[in-house]
């Protein structure tokens, strides 16, 4: 993963350019013609035939093949789901109640935490949304280093609440993230020794890490709307957790898009290797506001 310098050097080369008003979704009744999508479905890689039983795979941490089944799943899908990942479920309430209190405050509130066109940290866009003409159905907080300065501008009174709940969130994601890289790594016959840059204990000190909030709130036309557009993640390894969110997809090459079901319980992991070029998408629902 890059070096957060990386990261920021990145982000300033190539800025955010997105001439929008940042809209209060709750006050909608109907869809504005900046965020209308009139060609969500892609007749190229269509949705597959609910009949077709193909899904992502399930993989359980700890089964004794663990190493085996989730080579098989990079090789084969380049995402997987995973149980008994060891997450705290109290952990996971946490993150997803601070999430919905950041998403609910009023617009002008979060503005105030607004992220720069080339910053890394703070409210705004996707940004992948300059490669897009239409506008997308959600909302994201992108966090990379401490959390404090933005939190202070969003919660006068109780931000060190919310910092604590997402360095928790962010030292047990990064545990896992790490113990999911060396079982891939392992998948591949790669072992501490073989890695360098991995140092004496196998781990990496250059690595980084950046945690993503995104917000869907509820559409009064989800069929003409694209809550996140199809795109491939740059980082090494992506960690999903869906929470009861609906709408995530993924593109099979060969089948089309299949919809990953959300478990409250499980964790969505995509992977960069032998598949290098997975794409997902995240569709909106007629459902009330959740966050992922």
């Given at each position: ?114 992220r720069s066109p ?16 239409k506008l997308m ?91 996140l557009a199809a ?62």
């Amino acid at each position: 993963m890059p070096s957060r310098s990386l990261l920021a050097d990145a982000f300033r080369a190539h800025p955010v350019h997105v001439h929008q008003k940042h809209i209060d979704f709750t006050s909608l009744q109907e869809i504005p013609d900046s965020h209308k999508w009139t060609q969500i479905d892609d007749e190229q890689h269509p949705l597959v035939d609910p009949l077709i039983t193909e899904s992502v795979p399930v993989i359980d941490l700890s089964d004794p093949n663990v190493l085996q089944n989730i080579g098989h799943a990079c090789k084969t899908w380049g995402v997987l789901q995973v149980t008994n990942h060891g997450i705290p479920t109290s952990l996971l309430e946490n993150i997803e109640s601070a999430s919905r209190s950041l998403f609910s405050l009023p617009i002008q509130q979060k503005l105030k935490a607004a992220r720069s066109p080339d910053g890394v940290s703070g409210y705004g866009v996707a940004r992948i949304s300059s490669f897009f003409s239409k506008l997308m159905w959600s909302e994201g907080f992108t966090i990379v280093g401490s959390p404090l300065e933005h939190f202070r501008q969003l919660w006068s009174q109780d931000y060190t609440k919310f910092c604590d709940i997402i360095e928790e969130y962010k030292k047990e994601m990064q545990k896992l993230a790490r113990r999911l890289t060396w079982l891939m790594l392992g998948s591949l016959g790669i072992t501490k020794k073989d890695l360098k840059w991995a140092g004496s204990t196998g781990e990496s000190e250059k690595g980084s890490a950046a945690l993503q909030l995104n917000y869907y709130p509820a559409c009064p036309d989800p069929d003409q709307a694209m809550g996140l557009a199809a795109h491939t993640d740059s980082t090494l390894l992506t960690i999903l957790y869906q929470s009861n969110t609906s709408g995530l997809q993924v593109l099979k090459e060969g089948i089309g898009w299949i919809t990953v079901p959300p478990n409250p319980r499980w964790a969505c992991c995509e992977c960069r290797g032998p598949t290098p070029h997975l794409i997902k998408r995240d569709v909106p629902e007629c459902a009330p506001p959740s966050s992922g």
